[in-house]
T-cell receptor, first 114, second 113 residues
Framework: AQSVTQLGSHVSVSEGALVLLRCNYS??????LFWYVQYPNQGLQLLLK??????LVKGINGFEAEFKKSETSFHLTKPSAHMSDAAEYFC????????????FGAGTRLFVKA | DVKVTQSSRYLVKRTGEKVFLECVQD?????MFWYRQDPGLGLRLIYF???????EKGDIPEGYSVSREKKERFSLILESASTNQTSMYLC????????????FGDGTRLSIL
């Protein structure tokens, strides 16, 4: 079965430190992969997406993610955390053979300490 | 910029009421979705529509129905509201295609008393 797992429901980093949010997927067919961010009392916004063009994907606000097929992973990173990065982050996957459905991970809440 | 507008940010209703949640998108997207979001459970798909008057059940359709009479509007209906339907409801739209990102509204926080 196809699924998405985000490791860690909560991650805390200091301002200026590296941000690493983990996402693994399970699939027997090539996936499309997405990261979304949700700020308090808002809907989700697209951070970046992987659609097979390049394995390292750059997104908005200095975030990037690398698709590693051998590890079935799509981890999100940012070299230096900012207070404004505090939010909930969702990894999501869809498949060209999967119809219309997108599968979302349970989310990781990022806390940034001053 | 794509705009997905949900009619209410906050809504309080009573058990047994029929509740309508409205969603409008302005980018001529073919696909539209309704999710509910609960702490620790992420987003769960209630219904989606791949075109006008077309709909498919998602993972948790029980107690809900939908309507899509026009391309830009997708309505979620709680036939007889119950307290376990208290949640955040998110509407999204996207262009046809699994590789297309979804665009979300700001959500409706619904409380059923």
């Amino acid at each position: 079965a196809q699924s998405v797992t985000q490791l860690g429901s909560h991650v805390s980093v200091s301002e200026g430190a590296l941000v690493l949010l983990r996402c693994n997927y399970s699939s027997s067919v090539p996936p499309y992969l997405f990261w979304y961010v949700q700020y308090p009392n808002q809907g989700l916004q697209l951070l970046l997406k992987y659609t097979s063009a390049a394995t390292l994907v750059k997104g908005i606000n200095g975030f990037e993610a690398e698709f590693k097929k051998s590890e079935t992973s799509f981890h999100l990173t940012k070299p230096s955390a900012h207070m404004s990065d505090a939010a909930e982050y969702f990894c999501a996957v869809s498949f060209h053979t999967g119809g219309f459905k997108t599968i979302f991970g349970a989310g990781t809440r990022l806390f940034v300490k001053a | 910029d794509v705009k997905v507008t949900q009619s209410s940010r906050y809504l309080v209703k009573r058990t047994g009421e029929k509740v309508f949640l409205e969603c409008v998108q302005d980018m001529d997207h073919e696909n539209m979705f309704w999710y509910r979001q609960d702490p620790g459970l992420g987003l769960r798909l209630i219904y989606f529509s791949y075109d006008v008057k077309m709909k498919e059940k998602g993972d948790i359709p029980e107690g809900y129905s939908v309507s899509r009479e026009k391309k830009e509007r997708f309505s979620l209906i709680l036939e007889s509201a119950s307290t376990n339907q208290t949640s955040m409801y998110l509407c999204a739209s996207r262009r046809q295609g699994a590789g297309q990102p979804q665009h979300f509204g700001d959500g409706t926080r619904l409380s059923i008393l």
